[in-house]
């Protein structure tokens, strides 16, 4: 079981817009600005799209952005395209001693 | 050129030990965590530990703690994972990553994973 929750899959049309979510607590999303996406192709590495809630990587398109409010993170995807079709997996900060909780991931189905 | 390189897959016997590598190159190994994270088979994303290569200090997933070992030679620039009294439940592809040590972020850099089977 993981710790965030996120739906397991969603599904949007090319050129709409998009949104996944990621529900933590107060100990992790809700308490530090520390929340990263990664997305994931299949048999690849997974890749980092956001950290720190809203900063994207260079080379990362802006067409990625996320956002934060209380215990749950959101990534949008603007402009779907196919080949954002991957798995997308949401990370937050847990504290000194949980150090990382992870989201069990959603899968994203462009038709 | 900025890469992580991992040592290559790993057949082992249930109750064994295994040992995977990473090879930092294109930047000052000392500068980041290294972190392990693997992935089951059509599984999500399971994050074990870090490494601070420069210190040697590791901080370990609770799941984890007393089967894994982090370690580091930085003459190298190499660090390693060692998981021991394997289950079949831990087959699984092994990434490391990277993360700025003076942030608990992470993810920037990955290898390109070592798949890990156990069987009995």
């Known amino acids: 079981q993981s710790a965030l929750t996120q739906p397991a899959s969603v599904s949007g049309s090319p050129g709409q817009s998009i949104t996944l979510s990621c529900t933590g607590t107060s100990t992790d999303v809700g308490r530090f600005n520390l929340v990263s996406w990664f997305q994931q192709h299949p048999g690849k590495a997974p890749r980092l799209i956001i950290y720190e809630v809203t900063k994207r990587p260079s080379g990362v398109s802006n067409r990625f952005s996320g956002s934060k409010s209380a215990n749950t993170a959101s990534l949008t995807i603007s402009g779907l395209q196919a080949e954002d079709e991957a798995d997308y997996y949401c990370c937050s900060y847990g504290g000194s001693t949980t150090f990382v909780v992870l989201g069990g991931g959603t899968k994203l189905t462009v038709l | 050129q900025v890469q992580l390189v991992q040592s290559g897959a790993e057949l082992k016997k249930s109750g064994a030990s295994v040992k995977v590598s990473c090879k930092a190159s294109?930047?000052?190994?000392?500068?980041?965590?290294i972190h392990w994270v693997r992935q089951a088979p059509g599984q999500g994303l399971e994050w074990m530990g870090w490494?601070?290569?420069?210190?040697?200090?590791?901080n370990y997933g609770q799941i984890f703690q007393g089967r894994v070992i982090m370690t580091r030679d930085t003459s190298i620039n190499t660090a390693y994972m060692e998981l021991t009294g394997l289950r079949s439940d831990d087959t699984a592809l092994y990434y490391c990553?990277?993360?700025?040590?003076?942030?608990?972020?992470?993810?920037?850099?990955w290898g390109q994973g070592t798949l890990v089977t156990v069987s009995s």
């Open positions: 490494l601070n290569p420069d210190s040697g200090s590791t």
């Open positions: 990553t990277r993360g700025p040590r003076l942030s608990p972020s992470w993810g920037d850099l």
């Open positions: 294109g930047y000052t190994f000392t500068d980041y965590y």
